[in-house]
Nanobody
Framework: QVQLVESGGGLVQSGASLRLSCAAS????????MGWFRQAPGKEREFVAT???????????DYGNGMKDRFTISRGNDKNTVDLQMNSLKPEDTAVYYC?????????????????WGQGTQVTVSS
């Protein structure tokens, strides 16, 4: 049974950094596309970043808030972990952050194209 478990969330002040980690188990993830999404209260789940181990492709959301310059997605050498380094956090980054895995061989920014999801980890940024 595939499981994704996130960790690393917390309460930080504006401008701080956090590193989220996602540990995947129960499957062979070396060919999976791994992604991070987030959902703020009252809002839809939105794409943050994705990375493909097989192709090396990495994509970031661009919402005009500098996210792609502040966040970095990376995969562990064991191919079963994926991290999200978040720097210069802003209050609008407050959300539950979800790790996701897709068995499709192409990178996607669309939530419904991901097959497996973690339970989420809360990130709260105070001003």
């Amino acid at each position: 049974q595939v499981q994704l478990v996130e960790s690393g969330g917390g309460l930080v002040q504006s401008g701080a950094s956090l590193r989220l980690s996602c540990a995947a188990s129960g499957g062979t993830f070396s060919t999976y596309v791994m992604g991070w999404f987030r959902q703020a209260p009252g809002k839809e789940r939105e794409f943050v970043a994705t990375t493909s181990w097989s192709s090396g492709a990495t994509y970031y959301a661009d919402y005009g808030n500098g996210m792609k310059d502040r966040f970095t997605i990376s995969r562990g050498n064991d191919k079963n972990t994926v991290d999200l380094q978040m720097n210069s956090l802003k209050p609008e980054d407050t959300a539950v952050y979800y790790c996701a895995a897709s068995s499709r061989r192409y990178s996607s920014t669309t939530a419904h194209e991901y097959d497996y999801w973690g339970q989420g980890t809360q990130v709260t940024v105070s001003s």
